[in-house]
């Protein structure tokens, strides 16, 4: 519960009776643990260019492994070594992480207070020793984990720690080596408590700067998981291409935003489907529809169309209306010729169940409206225009003419012209009076 609680923090921000999704605490769970294995592997860089550092750094005695500072780099490089491959096997217990925080500053400053054993000199000496600012660096390195306690416990247990490296000089050196001169601070051993007051103000300013960055990018990671994840998931509802509409729009998109394009439609229906419906179980309707559109959906998406919406047991795709295309018709027709063979298919399929299912498919082109409808609260993109609206109709006309698969035979000539196969069987019909036309004009038969 409470790692539940630590993950929820930087989403305190979320409007009221908003939930986080746990597929949305998964996702920063993972991401710290991958900083986890990202922190072991910049410590085990650091802890052997440290190791690299000593062995090459000039010495007063060449009794190199009688001293204790090679044993304790071994030690920390093993103790690195095995939080790293800990960091891959498990989620890092905060016990276990507290430890390393220690071992860092305990492996730091024991290495700076050896230096005034090593070169023979008063405890101040060690003072002022260049390493201690690889402290900084042990600081920031916390800051991968995009936790900001972590980086504030490092922070104090390193002023602490100089706190107590500092009254340790004092105590023995003696309060003599106290000096207010910064001179002599310089020029000899003397111990400038400005100077080390100075570093601890810069451990803990540090700290808290690097605490409330993270903090700031914490939340900030949070809400870009969030919304992530979030817009993968609406992308399961929109269109790749309509998604891409709305996020890429210069401003926000408004109802009544529009785009005139030529374009290509293509309807389907199932005959039969309302029977069937009425005599069988919702779920198997719904079963019985998603196995469909799995099938014929990727058929659309393959030939650049874009399922605009489900009309229950039909389908409205578009070709060319989401972003303009030159080959709209004939990328239409090819795609309901294949839907129509796989449809066929289906239909024996169904017929070995007892089912009596046929799908039927019109296709049409020309100008359309690609437009956002709905109010300030909801939006949807559509397309409205002649050329929709007479695909709907010819596909009701599939009836009357006992047909499969129809278009028009000005798209016809439209998608031949755009590269449509030749090869593929069709059937011209002139005059024929469609419902809801009031001319009559010619169809053409696919797949007849």
């Known amino acids: ?57 000039p010495r007063p005695t060449d009794a190199l492994m009688q001293q204790p500072v090679p044993v304790s780099l071994a030690i920390y490089l093993a103790f690195t070594g095995l939080r790293l491959f800990l960091s891959y096997r498990m989620r890092m217990p905060a016990w276990f992480l507290a430890f390393s925080i220690l071992v860092d500053v305990v492996l730091l400053f024991g290495l700076i207070w050896y230096f005034h054993i090593q070169y023979g000199q008063t405890a101040s000496f060690y003072l002022r020793a260049p390493t201690v600012m690889y402290v900084f660096v042990f600081i920031a390195i916390r800051a991968l984990r995009f936790e900001p306690a972590w980086v504030l416990a490092t922070g104090a247990t390193a002023a602490v720690g100089w706190f107590l490296m500092t009254l340790y000089a004092i105590r023995a050196s003696g309060a003599e080596s106290i000096t207010r001169s910064y001179v002599a601070y310089l020029q000899g051993n003397g111990i400038l408590i400005g100077a080390e007051i100075d570093k601890i103000v810069a451990i803990l300013l540090l700290t808290t700067v690097l605490a409330l960055a993270l903090a700031r990018a914490k939340r900030l990671l949070a809400v870009a998981t969030r919304e992530q994840i979030e817009r993968e998931e609406l992308r399961r509802f929109l269109p790749e291409d309509v998604e891409r509409a709305i996020t890429e729009a210069p401003s926000a998109v408004v109802a009544g935003a529009a785009q005139e394009r030529d374009a290509a439609i293509i309807v389907l229906d199932i005959r039969g489907f309302s029977a069937f419906v009425n005599r069988s179980e919702p779920k198997d309707a719904v079963q019985t529809l998603v196995g469909l559109h799995r099938l014929i959906v990727p058929v659309v998406q393959r030939h650049g169309g874009v399922v605009d919406k489900y009309l229950g047991d039909g389908v409205l795709a578009t070709f060319g209306a989401t972003r303009p295309s030159k080959t709209a018709a004939a990328d239409a027709l090819h795609a309901l010729v294949e839907i129509m063979a796989i449809a066929r298919e289906w239909s024996t399929a169904t017929e070995l169940e007892g089912l009596t299912l046929r799908m039927n498919g019109a296709a049409t082109a020309g100008r359309v409206v690609f437009a956002a409808l709905g109010d300030e609260f909801r939006l949807e993109y559509t397309v409205i225009g002649d050329a929709v609206n007479l695909a709907a109709k010819l596909e009701k006309h599939n009836k009357s003419e006992q047909t499969a698969a129809l278009t028009t035979s000005e798209t016809y000539a439209l998608a031949l012209a755009q590269g449509f196969s030749t090869e593929v069987p069709a059937e011209l019909r002139s005059g024929c009076m469609v419902q809801g036309v009031a001319h009559p004009i010619d169809i053409v038969v696919l797949d007849p």
């Open 1 to 57: 519960m409470a790692r539940r609680t630590q993950l929820l923090a930087p989403f305190k921000g979320s409007p009221p009776g908003r939930t986080i999704p746990d597929r949305v605490q998964d996702v920063v769970q993972q991401f710290d643990r991958r900083s986890e294995q990202l922190i072991g592997w910049v410590q085990l860089t650091l802890g052997s260019f440290l190791a690299i550092l000593y062995l090459v750094a």
